[in-house]
Nanobody, 115 residues
Framework: VQLVESGGGSVPAGGSLRLSCAAS????????IGWFRQAPGKEREGVSC????????NSAESVKGRFTISKDTAKNTVYLQMNSLKPEDTAVYYC?????????WGQGTQVTVSS
């Protein structure tokens, strides 16, 4: 099982990034996929998630209207489009896949937003 994140980087405030989470080794459609983030000295925070089937989404209030989660089932990939980035969005972003029996995690990708 693998969840491989990509797309992190450094951008100025107001910029955009698109994170990708490529999944393999499990039945993609059976898992809800989402993103957490963790900034230094802060607790881990749920950002957005998309359901296993149907594609319903949920996002934290802090990112609503700025971040959009989507998935491409043919590519077993989930995306997090992040617009209007703020310095407080700076964190390591982790992709996860939550299934009926367990949750898998990616290795994380750093997002840094400068003021």
């Amino acid at each position: 099982v693998q969840l491989v994140e990509s797309g992190g980087g450094s951008v100025p405030a107001g910029g955009s990034l698109r994170l990708s989470c490529a999944a393999s080794g499990f039945t993609f459609d059976d898992y809800a996929i989402g993103w957490f983030r963790q900034a230094p000295g802060k607790e881990r925070e749920g950002v957005s998630c998309i359901s296993s089937r149907g594609g319903s989404t949920n996002s934290a209030e802090s990112v609503k209207g700025r971040f959009t989660i989507s998935k491409d089932t043919a590519k077993n990939t989930v995306y997090l489009q992040m617009n209007s980035l703020k310095p407080e969005d700076t964190a390591v972003y982790y992709c996860y896949a939550r299934g009926p029996l367990r949750t898998y995690w990616g290795q994380g990708t750093q997002v840094t937003v400068s003021s």
